[in-house]
């Protein structure tokens, strides 16, 4: 079994939800990425998503776009993105790594498939990659048995949402609102209804992030979904340091833990 | 005809031009693309839709353009003959609008009440603006801080036509940021809002369907140079940005394999100097903005700033079928500096009494040095894509007419 199954299996038998924090790698500087995402972890997250800072983040709102530019103009190189996955596993860890297409492109996707192998990184979350332009991604991942995670969004056809969860492993990731990144006051009804829309067509785990940022929607989100994605909330918690990022990851793992949500949220 | 006849230059069912184009996008924009392809495959099939297309061209947008011949600007090229397509004079001022009005169409078509758009120079800014007026549409254009220092007077035109102007200070503040910005806009407002790519890149059906739009200035060409020369040009020269004018134009030659296309990218301060836009001449292949093409690029596949004088022709990405293009040696693709390009705007200014964009002045450096190799017989066509009053400013700045401040 790869490790992501294992490590969702073991959450699914605590019957509670996973929760996965996003930093970028190199924010603000990479020795201190290493430091914030060690804290994510001491904090309860049980899954890290190491993203990489790009020059063109168009998926992403204004938290995350002036974190990825912090980490460039601090000199982060694409290559320092294992050497800082290592430091998660090396912690005891794990960690997939969230990236824009281009970089893997150009560093070679099978050279970055091994690099992260040996980094102990499990996969990778591609966010302006579909299945429809991954074949090399595909052989790749297969060859390397690394996890490919694919998005589904609010206005994903069924055709669509079926061929998406066809191509992952590991998990699915449901962007919960149709938009950018960014911590949200309400992460709204349909994410629910993506969630049960993509359960309709896989066994896999489904995480849903964009937008929650405290412990109560992190419950709310536990209730429907296999896994809590929090990113803009953690980067913010960032600049406030280490203390703050573990004390957020405190408060979401209670969140993930209670489901209290489960009347609020209709399906 | 019930099935449109299938363009051999078309890319394939999922938009590549050999190991280009496709969709490099967020899952959460793929079902309006699939939407646009799917009208806009309805459209070109539609007779009601190809008439009003073609009436707007004719009426409002005043085509066919000239095709002007530059006798006294041709004798500073070696003697070859050089024609001008005047792109300058349609309606709005370059070859932006026949794009705009195709795609406005569209938006009318999806039922969509919003429109946003990216813009360099303003040109597709103002284009844009413009159709959005006519057809009742609400319009948002986003434009690097940059470009509305530079072209302050368009911003002020798409005021005046009722846009809102959004100034975007994200990276380089110019053209690739202003594209982000749209993107991000349209991720958010999908369900509501057409956007409305100016130029021949993005993911599909952008590159196919921008190019299909402006493929009207090739085919007049290739008409009225018969007309007026009696045979095909030796070479037709265009700038290329992201590359709708120069695939425009160079669609009308493509099956005649004895008319060199040849497309002139902004050199900036020199190749040399590292500060440029010359995506096929120096890039390498990645993938930016949707679509895998050449790219300006690092070692780490971050995105160079490209710089040019010129605000239209800034973009470190470029057009997939261009990369094709390149790659079967079907067309070249050159660079010309800011000097370069500035010393053919006066040139032409004052040989002929035709300002010329900055960007279109690219073209008309490169058909001197075209001119030059071609000798005596030599028969150009340069696709003058827009008329230069908006960049009086700069001009004024680089030659010295006003204190530089
Ligand atoms: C007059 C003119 N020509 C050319 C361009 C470059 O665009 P493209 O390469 O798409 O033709 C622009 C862009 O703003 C323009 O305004």
Known sequence: ?267 | MTERQRNPHDPDERGHFGPYGGRFMPEALIGALDELAAEYDKAQRDPAFVEEFTRLLRDYANRPSLLTEAPRFAEHAGGARIFLKREDLNHTGSHKINNVLGQALLTKRMGKKRVIAETGAGQHGVATATACALMGLECTVYMGQVDTERQALNVARMNLLGAEVIPVKTGSRTLKDAINEALRDWVTNVDTTHYLLGTAAGAHPFPMMVRNFHTVIGEETRRQILEKAGRLPDAVAACVGGGSNAIGIFHGFIDDPDVRLVGFEPGGHGIASGEHGATLSEGTPGVLHGARSYLLQDDDGQTIEAYSISAGLDYPGVGPEHAWLKDTGRAEYRSVTDDEAMDAFQLLSRTEGIIPAIESAHALAGALVLGRELGQDGLIVVNLSGRGDKDMDTAAKHFGYVEDS
């Open chain 1, 1 to 267: 079994m790869k490790t992501l199954d294992a490590l969702f299996a073991q959450v699914r038998a605590e019957d509670r939800a996973a929760l996965i924090g996003y930093l970028p790698a190199g924010y603000p500087t990479v020795a201190e990425s290493k430091e914030l995402l060690a804290a994510m972890l001491d904090g309860g997250c049980d899954l890290v998503e190491v993203g990489v800072p790009y020059s063109d983040p168009v998926m992403d709102g204004p938290t995350i776009q002036a974190a990825a530019d912090t980490a460039l103009r601090n000199g982060f190189r694409l290559r320092e993105t294992f050497d800082v996955v290592q430091s998660v596993t090396d912690h005891g860890g794990h960690a997939v790594v969230m990236t824009y297409w281009n970089p893997v492109h150009h560093y070679g996707v099978d050279a970055f498939a091994r690099d992260l192998i040996a980094a102990g990184g499990h996969g990778l979350i591609t966010p302006d990659l579909i299945p429809d332009e991954a074949e090399e991604w595909l052989d790749v991942s297969e060859k390397h048995a690394l996890d490919r995670i694919f998005l589904v969004a609010p206005s994903s056809s069924e055709e669509r949402i079926a061929r998406t969860v066809k191509a992952s492993s590991g998990f699915v990731y449901a962007t919960a609102v149709m938009g950018v990144t960014g911590a949200r006051e309400s992460v709204g009804a349909g994410a629910a209804e993506l969630v049960r829309r993509t359960r309709a067509h896989t066994e896999l785990p489904i995480g849903v992030g964009l937008g929650v940022r405290s412990g109560e929607q992190a419950a709310e989100v536990a209730s429907f979904a296999d896994a809590v994605i929090v990113g803009s909330a953690f980067v913010t918690a960032a600049k406030e340091g280490a203390g703050a990022v573990r004390a957020l990851a405190e408060e979401l793992a209670g969140g993930v833990r209670r489901k209290s949500g489960h009347a609020t949220v209709a399906p």
